[in-house]
């Protein structure tokens, strides 16, 4: 929820404050998904635990359980391939939309001609590639 994160940006007048702007985007989707996904993938593999090590003779004895556990599992398997590549185009939106060139091309004032605007850091993001890749 890009659209809820505010910056400033100076007006390079004498006596002005600094104008409020707003990012632009919600990608939020993605990234809810991915995580609902692992949520539930947790939750699923705690019960199959359970399910093997306390109830092993009805696990072994019913025949439509292990055949029931397989297909969900292959649901999660194709879910999880479905979320990370969600999200990971989510995280190339999100990049792009907080490149510092993007958000310098967005103010106004770096248009004004003798005015330079230079970006102060680029943004880290390594934890959320690894995210992706997981």
Same mark, same amino acid.
């Given at each position: 929820?890009?659209?809820?994160?505010?910056?400033?940006?100076?007006t390079? #007048?004498d %006596?002005s404050?600094?104008r409020t702007?707003?990012?632009? %985007?919600?990608f939020?989707?993605?990234? #809810?998904?991915?995580v609902?996904? %692992?949520?539930f993938?947790?939750?699923y593999?705690?019960a199959?635990?359970?399910?093997? *090590?306390?109830f092993? @003779? *009805?696990?072994?004895? +019913?025949?439509?359980?292990?055949? /029931?556990d397989?297909?969900? /599992?292959?649901?999660f398997?194709?879910?999880?391939?479905?979320?990370?590549?969600?999200? &990971?185009?989510g *995280?190339?939106d999100v990049?792009?939309?907080?490149?510092?060139?993007?958000?310098?091309?967005?103010? %106004?004032?770096?248009?004004?001609d &003798?005015?330079?605007? @230079?970006?102060? /850091?680029?943004?880290?993001m &390594?934890?959320? +590639?690894?995210?992706?890749?997981?």
């Amino acid at each position: 929820r890009l659209y809820q994160v505010p910056f400033g940006m100076p007006t390079c #007048e004498d %006596g002005s404050d600094a104008r409020t702007l707003y990012l632009i %985007g919600d990608f939020s989707a993605p990234a #809810e998904f991915f995580v609902t996904l %692992g949520v539930f993938s947790f939750l699923y593999s705690m019960a199959a635990l359970v399910l093997y *090590l306390r109830f092993h @003779s *009805l696990y072994t004895e +019913n025949t439509k359980l292990p055949f /029931t556990d397989f297909c969900v /599992t292959v649901c999660f398997a194709f879910f999880w391939l479905v979320a990370a590549a969600a999200w &990971g185009k989510g *995280l190339s939106d999100v990049k792009a939309a907080t490149r510092p060139s993007t958000l310098i091309s967005a103010m %106004g004032v770096c248009r004004i001609d &003798g005015v330079t605007c @230079s970006p102060g /850091t680029t943004p880290a993001m &390594g934890l959320a +590639n690894i995210s992706v890749v997981r």
